[in-house]
């Protein structure tokens, strides 16, 4: 009986879609981590340059403030004209304003603990600057050298070196920050080169693998369908046809094994009819051999009979002869 199949599940249609399906999904990963790296990148900038170097930039504006102001003040302690102490008290005061302002915006900017804690020893030592400060301009009042030279030495500068160490010590995490960030990005920056070079490699690779694969089968079962076409149809039947109902190919096969069964079913009629043609014509040729064997008898059987004649009609003449 001819094979019947199932509709195929694994067409060609599906191959190809598979196939594309597989390139496409290798070429979306490697777009989506390069996307998502460049994404980090273009984040940890934005964190850097908005963040990080802009607080450094503040914390320079206030290091350079209070250092300006340190040397206004002993410029002004140590000066014996008053004009240039109110000349340069304006200037403290004018910085000082612009310094309490930085600090105020950078108390908000802060976002780490770490930070938290520096900006609060920098306002603890600014509040034992600007003690040394007033000590400062009071000993300077008193016009007694001796006590101006003593209050600098012993409470403003080491004050000062205080707060500009603390105010140091934030620009340097600031920095240290901007290098840290700065490592991320490249990282980040490597990692988005890397993935899409090496997904698209991989892209490729699967790619021509997957044709390969799908080339070779769709031609081999094609190839194998032709030629057992060609022994069909040079009446070779011998040889068993083996289809299956995954893809196409194997549909085609299993139609030629049907045509190959019926093929078979066919000849075999036919082979029954010629030998019963064979037995029918074996039957004539000794019922004709039979009657060609009764005919020779019958006309040996005349003969023999044409032959009495002859004697009766020799005996006939001899008596009438006699008589």
Do not use: C
């Not at 340069?88 to 930070?115: G, S």
């Not at 603890?124 to 009042?141: P, W």
């Not at 600098?152 to 070196?161: G, I, Q, T």
């Amino acid at each position: 009986m001819p094979t019947r199949f199932n509709p195929p599940r694994n067409t060609l249609g599906r191959r190809l879609l598979w196939t594309f399906f597989a390139v496409v999904l290798m070429g979306l990963t490697g777009a989506t981590i390069g996307f998502w790296s460049l994404y980090r990148v273009n984040t940890a900038t934005l964190q850097m340059e908005h963040q990080n170097m802009r607080v450094e930039r503040m914390v320079s504006d206030a290091y350079r403030h209070q250092a300006l102001n340190a040397v206004r003040y002993k410029a002004m302690a140590l000066s014996s004209e008053p004009e240039v102490g109110e000349a340069l008290a304006a200037d403290i005061a004018a910085t000082q304003k612009d310094y309490n302002t930085l600090m105020l915006d950078l108390a908000t900017r802060l976002n780490t603990d770490a930070d938290r804690s520096l900006l609060k020893t920098i306002e603890l030592a600014g509040q034992s600057f600007a003690k040394a400060n007033t000590e400062l301009v009071s000993a300077r009042d008193s016009g007694l050298t001796e006590r101006i030279h003593k209050v600098y030495a012993e409470r403003f500068s080491p004050a000062s070196k205080a707060l500009l160490t603390a105010v140091s010590a934030l620009a340097n995490s600031q920095r240290a920050a901007i290098d840290s960030a700065a490592e991320q990005i490249a990282q980040w920056s490597f990692m988005a080169r890397t993935a899409l070079v090496t997904f698209n490699v991989a892209a490729i690779l699967l790619g021509t693998v997957l044709s390969l694969w799908l080339a070779r089968s769709v031609s081999h079962p094609i190839q194998l369908a032709g030629e057992t076409a060609d022994r069909v149809a040079s009446l070779d039947l011998r040889e068993d046809i083996q289809g299956h109902d995954r893809d196409e190919a194997g549909r085609l096969l299993g139609s030629l094994a049907s045509m190959q069964e019926a093929l078979r079913a066919l000849v075999g009629k036919v082979s029954l009819s010629i030998e019963n043609i064979n037995s029918a014509s074996a039957d004539i040729s000794s019922g004709n051999l039979d009657l060609s064997s009764r005919t020779e008898e019958a006309a040996s059987s005349r003969q023999q009979t044409a032959a009495s004649w002859q004697q009766i009609a020799q005996n006939v003449r001899h008596s009438a002869h006699a008589a």
